[in-house]
């Protein structure tokens, strides 16, 4: 049975919505906390989508393929630099008035929190499904993610890697006493996580964002004003949805079919 | 073959949903379809329109009139069952019935007051038609409908055929002139429709086609 409405899309106007979709959408931020190796990190990130391209599969699936993921990171790494401790003896030397000692002197060093910002953008694959509610008056339908098929992180990890080096050292710098200790700790610290450790942190903050990321294709109220009061005599015309579906159809070429009933 | 066809966009409203729209329309604003002088209409109103008594000479006050129309039955082509001869659908085109209640204030004889007694018959008719669009703007545009040809049953002799139809093919046309149905009512606001293509009337619907912004 026909509906009484029926709208469908292309690939390529498909294309136009779901970019609409993503400015829409704005930055979104979270916050949470995870690993570098031994070292904890806490972040704060901020996010943003742009681009990709949709790919229509029936019954139900929109796929998009390099969807670019802008993000800004603020990272803390906290190192505990315990492993630097060290002890002066005492040492005593025999005088003609007896043994003069010094005291044992031991040093420890503090945890540090080292600050590392930073900024560079991903690009997702995935599968994302069709959500059609009824909410508060209005029809929504979404894109939700149902599948993150592949992350393309790009250079950021190595540049990340080198921007945590040089950070590590600029935070070392500043602890008493670690003079002489410096070159070692930073390289004690560096080798303690690799390019695949950072790979892993930002792969695990891009994947926060994606998991549940839904965008809204679609949103109008179930009873609207077809026609605006036009006049003293002229009402609005009201008219509801009484249903609205969403599919992709499959044909030459598939499209994106948003089906509503009167 | 795809909605879209070789554009990017598609919507359509079919028989049933236009016929769910119109009858939406017709109940907010129902005077599009009464119209009449004193004493059948009184005032200009959301249910009614007023319009001047036929003027006429000798007639204190004019002849007294008034037009009523049942909310108009579209039938999309193809059509659904067989048309009044010579009405035919073909495609591209829309057929609507409707009832109109013709009613004159028939002046009482040798009343010395005036007064009119109502006098009414109602002729069933049959139109052929087809839709007209006007785009403006992306998302911005509507469709209304033009009547072609009216056929009224029964009536005699021919040449009374032909004026009553000419007459309500010109009411028609008249008020169905300002029934309007907007692309974001046809689309169901999924996009905001550029127009390319249509309207065209097939398969029992009435399409649009084009590109999205």
Known sequence: ?262 | MSLTQAHHAFAAVSQEGLNEALAAFFSARPHYLHYGSPPFVVASSVTTTLIDPIPFPNTPGGISWAVDFSVPAVDLFPADGALPPPLTLVAGQLALATTVDLTIGCRLSEDPKGRVVPLRTALPVVAVGHPVSRFFSPGVGDISFTVDAVSAQGVAPGSLEALLECLVRMMLNAFLEDVRLPFDLIDAGFFKLALEEGPLVADDQITLRGDVS
Request: with cysteine.
């Open chain 1, 1 to 262: 049975m026909t509906s009484d409405l029926v709208a469908a899309v292309d690939e390529t106007a498909a294309n136009v919505l779901l970019h609409a979709a993503e400015a829409a959408l704005g930055t979104r931020s979270t916050s949470g906390s995870s690993s570098l190796g031994p070292f904890g990190v806490s972040y704060s990130a901020a996010v943003s989508f742009s681009g990709g391209t949709v790919r229509l599969v029936a019954p139900g699936t929109v796929a998009i393929d390099g969807l670019r993921i802008d993000y800004s990171l603020s990272l803390t790494l906290s190192i505990d630099l315990s492993f630097l401790d060290f002890c002066l003896p005492r040492i005593c030397i025999p005088t003609p008035f007896g043994d003069i000692c010094t005291p044992k002197i031991c040093i420890t060093f503090p945890t540090i929190s080292v600050p590392v910002s930073f900024s560079d953008h991903a690009k997702v694959s995935g599968d994302f499904g069709l959500d059609v509610t009824l909410s508060s008056g209005e029809w929504v339908v979404d894109v939700v993610i149902q599948q993150v098929r592949a992350i393309d992180l790009g250079t950021a990890a190595t540049l990340l890697l080198t921007a945590i080096g040089t950070a590590i050292s600029v935070a070392l710098l500043a602890v008493p006493f670690i003079g002489p200790l410096l070159a070692l700790a930073v390289g004690i610290i560096t080798a303690a996580f690799g390019i695949a450790e950072v790979t892993g942190l930002l792969a695990a903050v891009v994947n926060v964002f994606m998991a549940g990321l839904r965008f809204e294709v679609y949103r109008h109220a179930q009873t609207f004003a077809a026609l605006p009061a036009g006049g003293p005599f002229d009402p609005a015309v009201d008219v509801t949805l009484a249903s609205v579906t969403a599919e992709v159809q499959a044909s030459d070429e598939n499209e994106l079919v948003l089906s509503a009933d009167i």
